[in-house]
């Protein structure tokens, strides 16, 4: 219940929400620092030693959410908003993956596992839109239901499918440096798609971004 809680009812939640607030290439940016953020817990709840690499991904990670902050300091009826749900989406997320990686799941199969989490994480995002909904006949548009369709087949279902087979053939530090290309695509897909800005400030956080995940993530070769 836990992992359900965080990785999917937080993570999808308050990511949907911060999408409404601010650009979906700085959504993504926030969204994709969770290893730094699995990291920090580590270190705080289970008393993990940082490494010298890990402290320096931390304080990367840091500054690439200030750097998106700062140009929106003066939205303050939106941009902070977004940044705040930007960041519980991420700490939500990695919440869930470390009560999912310090759990025995008795050999349960990643599809099973994954489907009770969905199934599960699930249910209070739908008891929620029933009760805090307006109440109100709504019927969706094609586009709305396109949308979801596609939300649900590619993203959930196939991006599921295509990352644990990542997983089975590649070392799992290296399968999970993939990770770092997403912010990458998000927001220069953002700035060609929805003329999202793509300026000095987010340039430099998504290059913060990209290299803390990419200290917290590659391993040093060992000499011998």
């Not at 940082?50 to 941009?79: D, F, H, I, K, N």
């Not at 999970?176 to 700035?191: D, E, R």
Request: glycine share 8%; net charge positive; hydrophobic share 60%.
């Amino acid at each position: 219940m836990a992992a359900s809680l965080g990785t999917v009812t937080v993570w999808y939640v308050a990511a949907t929400a911060a999408v409404l607030f601010i650009p979906s290439g700085q959504a993504s940016v926030l969204g994709y620092t969770m290893p730094l953020w699995a990291a920090l817990m580590s270190v705080v709840f289970l008393g993990d030693r940082p490494t010298p690499r890990l402290a320096m991904a931390l304080v990367l990670g840091l500054c690439s959410v200030a750097l998106l902050a700062v140009p929106s300091l003066g939205t303050l009826a939106s941009a902070p908003m977004g940044i705040a749900c930007g960041l519980a989406a991420v700490i939500g997320w990695a919440t869930g993956t470390l009560f999912q990686k310090r759990t025995d799941w008795l050999g349960t199969p990643p599809l099973t596992l994954t489907a009770w989490q969905m199934l599960l994480g699930s249910l209070p995002i739908v008891a929620g839109a029933l009760i805090f909904a307006d109440h109100r006949p709504f019927v969706p548009s094609w586009t709305t239901i396109l949308v979801v369709a596609h939300l649900t087949i590619i993203p959930t279902a196939l991006g599921t499918l295509v990352w644990f087979r990542i997983v089975r053939l590649l070392p799992a530090n290296t399968a999970s440096v993939s990770t770092i290309v997403v912010p990458v695509i998000a927001m220069s897909g953002g700035a060609l798609v929805h003329a999202e800005p793509l300026g000095p400030w987010q340039l430099a956080a998504l290059a913060c971004c990209v290299a803390a995940l990419a200290l917290a993530l590659l391993k040093p070769k060992a000499t011998t």
